[in-house]
């Protein structure tokens, strides 16, 4: 045990485990993926806490980059019961190696800044932040089922589908694992998908390592057929009939999708809401052009600067994506056709 934080056995992390699950759906976000650490789908992942049993703030984090698949290199998936405790945590020494690149994920909004202030510090910085809301079925009995067009049909991912939906989602996120990731979630989690009697994937959508749903997506020319509800109506049936989590990330600037997916049927989780940060150490910002920090505000007007986030920071959807009509006015940078 150190005085900084504490490793966690397997049957520590097991209990744990069980701890967490009692405190769903606002602790979904870390529960999945506690539960597919200690099912072997994420390994090379060490977990610590600040102290144990009674603690306040848990990571799980690489035992060594080489250790973790390309896709999760760098990471530090946070949980916090006291953004105050984590605040404190996150700088104690060893937690963080800040001579090397972090990605944050789980992160309360309210710690953001002490990360950049902590950057600047280590003459590191900050190079983007995304801010997410978490939205789940909270609802005792589940959503009613769509009837699916006659000439199309209602199935799920497989694995040579990969390569299409990293085509579709490549701009938003620069990734080199990104197809062995869509890979692996495809042949471990829960999936929808639509077809046409060729056989043609024309709309779908998946699940995250942190047990969210994401990347729904519908070719524009069947928006028309509501197929997005179809999908998304789907897919939470299967995970509520495991008795899992039915959720979501979606942007929280997204007014138009958020109205959406409350008119569906789904709620806001505010225990879930979180932030991803990506961190860049001194090293790294001398040897490579890092493209100066761009406001909130520019954001909206910058589509490049949306496209370059995190990995599983990728949001359930939006109008645009989804094909399900707006609420409102609404806009689309997730992805890219051309």
């Known amino acids: 045990m150190s005085v900084m934080f504490q490793v966690l056995t397997q049957e520590e992390t097991e209990d744990l485990r069980w701890e967490l699950h009692s405190q769903l759906p606002g602790s979904a976000k870390i529960y999945y993926i506690l539960c597919n650490h200690l099912d072997n789908l994420l390994t090379g992942f060490e977990v610590i806490v600040d102290q144990w049993p009674h603690w306040n703030c848990l990571i799980l984090r690489p035992e060594s980059p080489d250790l973790v698949p390309t896709y999760f290199r760098n990471y530090y998936m946070c949980h916090t019961r006291s953004t105050k405790d984590f605040k404190f945590f996150i700088q104690r020494p060893c937690v963080v190696d800040w001579k090397m690149p972090a990605i944050f994920t789980g992160v309360p909004y309210d710690v953001v800044g002490l990360i950049q202030e902590k950057s600047r510090k280590e003459l590191g910085e900050v190079t983007s932040v995304e801010h997410r809301f978490m939205y789940a079925w909270t609802k005792p009995e589940s959503p009613e089922p769509v009837q699916v067009p006659n000439d199309l049909q209602l199935t799920v991912l497989k694995r040579e589908h990969a390569e299409?939906?990293?085509?579709?989602?490549?701009?938003?996120?620069?990734?080199?694992?990104?197809?062995?990731?869509?890979r692996q979630v495809i042949e471990n989690f829960e999936s929808s998908a639509i077809v046409t009697k060729e056989g043609n994937l024309v709309a779908y959508i998946s699940m995250?390592?942190?047990?969210?749903?994401?990347?729904?997506?519908?070719?524009?020319?069947?928006?028309?057929?509501?197929?997005?509800?179809?999908?998304l109506t789907d897919l939470t049936r299967k995970l509520l009939a495991k008795n899992q989590t039915a959720y979501g990330f979606i942007k929280t600037k997204?007014?138009?999708?958020?109205?959406?997916?409350?008119?569906?049927?789904?709620?806001w989780v505010a225990q879930g809401s979180m932030s991803w940060v990506h961190y860049l150490p001194r090293n790294m910002?001398?040897?490579?052009?890092?493209?100066?920090?761009?406001?909130?505000?520019?954001?909206?007007?910058?589509?490049?600067?949306?496209?370059?986030?995190?990995?599983?920071?990728?949001?359930?959807?939006?109008?645009?994506?989804?094909?399900?009509?707006?609420?409102?006015?609404?806009?689309?940078?997730?992805?890219s056709l051309s």
């Not at 138009?256 to 709620?267: D, L, N, P, R």
């Not at 990995?311 to 959807?317: F, G, I, K, M």
């Open 285 to 335: 910002l001398l040897k490579t052009a890092v493209p100066r920090k761009v406001s909130e505000s520019e954001q909206d007007e910058n589509c490049r600067a949306e496209k370059d986030l995190f990995l599983n920071a990728l949001p359930l959807s939006c109008n645009q994506c989804s094909g399900i009509p707006a609420i409102g006015k609404s806009s689309c940078v997730h992805v």
């Open 254 to 267: 997204d007014a138009s999708f958020i109205k959406t997916c409350e008119s569906i049927g789904f709620s």
């Open 164 to 182: 299409t939906v990293c085509d579709h989602w490549k701009h938003y996120r620069k990734n080199e694992g990104l197809v062995e990731y869509y």
């Open 208 to 231: 995250q390592f942190n047990g969210s749903m994401s990347n729904l997506f519908v070719d524009p020319e069947y928006h028309s057929q509501n197929l997005g509800v179809i999908l």
